[in-house]
């Protein structure tokens, strides 16, 4: 297969666009493992041993802020540490992948399971893992943006 690379810049920096014969079509899975093989790894820190440790960012269900770290957690049910304040993170991972829900919290929009509205106009949402988390007032026009 020939792969060649063009430049949009109206598109989001995080987006890539693949375009293909519809012969093709049927391919697309393999085509879409393949690229997120390529996934960038997020260096974290496991807490056990003080190691450093490379996890995919698309085995992470959330993010949470913990002072001057933060906290992921992993589809496994592990936890690790990050040595950097949220608002780096977001810098870092995809934000077509992450979404900050609140002051405190960015979760995988992969993993979510279900959401719904709850008092005080918050959105409550659940992972697959079956924890919960509140999207704030001031959050929910972004989530209802990349989610409804």
């Given at each position: 297969?020939?792969?060649?690379?063009?430049?949009?810049?109206?598109?989001?920096?995080?987006?890539?666009?693949?375009?293909?014969?519809?012969?093709?079509?049927q391919r697309w899975d393999?085509?879409?493992?393949?690229?997120?093989?390529?996934?960038?790894?997020?260096?974290?820190?496991?807490?056990?041993?003080?190691?450093?440790?490379?996890?995919?960012?698309?085995?992470?269900?959330?993010?949470?802020?913990?002072?001057?770290?933060?906290?992921?957690?992993?589809?496994?049910?592990?936890?690790?540490?990050?040595?950097?304040?949220?608002?780096?993170?977001?810098?870092?991972?995809?934000?077509?992948?992450?979404?900050?829900?609140?002051?405190?919290?960015?979760?995988?929009?992969?993993?979510?399971?279900?959401?719904?509205?709850?008092?005080?106009?918050?959105?409550?949402?659940?992972?697959?893992?079956g924890s919960s988390y509140?999207?704030?007032?001031?959050?929910?026009?972004?989530?209802?943006?990349?989610?409804?």
């Amino acid at each position: 297969m020939k792969v060649t690379f063009e430049t949009d810049a109206s598109m989001e920096r995080s987006l890539a666009k693949i375009v293909t014969n519809p012969a093709e079509q049927q391919r697309w899975d393999e085509i879409d493992k393949a690229i997120s093989h390529l996934e960038r790894q997020l260096v974290v820190i496991n807490p056990k041993n003080n190691r450093n440790v490379q996890i995919q960012p698309s085995s992470i269900l959330a993010i949470e802020s913990e002072d001057r770290m933060c906290n992921v957690r992993v589809i496994s049910g592990e936890s690790y540490l990050l040595g950097k304040r949220l608002k780096y993170v977001e810098e870092d991972v995809d934000s077509s992948q992450f979404l900050k829900i609140n002051n405190s919290t960015m979760i995988n929009v992969k993993h979510i399971q279900a959401f719904a509205a709850t008092d005080h106009a918050r959105i409550q949402v659940e992972l697959k893992d079956g924890s919960s988390y509140y999207v704030s007032r001031y959050y929910i026009k972004n989530f209802r943006g990349k989610l409804l």
